[in-house]
């Protein structure tokens, strides 16, 4: 979910930055609980790979983010191999793809034992790397 405020203090890049932590967080969360001890993230905010991999010396205390990006960093100091990279938006196809059916579903948490079948043709073309062709300015 991404909470848009219109506020001349930059409070909309920080409600984007806030949603995304948020999600990169409780994925940390569920992977830990499942002991799963190599994690590859990816992530399409070049500011929250920046916070994520530079270290929280960067956020000033009065930041609101600050304490998400501390929780962060206790799952990425653990006894794990996590690797986080930035991704281009569009090239994240498939947590689009689930960002738009979860808004078929009700609000609250949702695990899935199974790939749900509104993004299964997407999570097929990224195994089997299909390509987009997208111009990236230099």
């Known amino acids: 979910m991404i909470e848009l405020i219109e506020n001349p203090n930059n409070q909309c890049s920080i409600s984007i930055s806030l949603a995304e932590l948020r999600g990169v967080y409780y994925g940390?969360?569920?992977t830990w609980e499942k002991k799963i001890m190599r994690l590859e993230v990816e992530v399409d905010s070049e500011v929250v790979v920046g916070f994520l991999t530079t270290g929280i010396e960067e956020i000033e205390e009065t930041n609101p983010l600050s304490i998400l990006v501390r929780?962060?960093?206790?799952?990425?100091?653990?006894?794990?191999?996590?690797?986080?990279?930035?991704?281009?938006?569009?090239?994240?196809?498939?947590?689009?793809?689930?960002?738009?059916?979860?808004?078929?579903l009700l609000l609250g948490f949702h695990a899935f034992a199974s790939v749900p079948v509104e993004v299964v043709s997407i999570l097929r073309e990224d195994v089997d790397g299909v390509l987009r062709s997208r111009l990236v300015p230099l």
Do not use: E, M
Request: aromatic share 10%; net charge positive; with cysteine.
């Open 28 to 30: 940390l969360y569920l």
């Open 71 to 104: 929780l962060c960093h206790g799952f990425l100091r653990k006894d794990s191999i996590v690797r986080v990279s930035h991704v281009y938006r569009k090239a994240n196809r498939l947590t689009d793809g689930l960002t738009n059916h979860a808004f078929s």
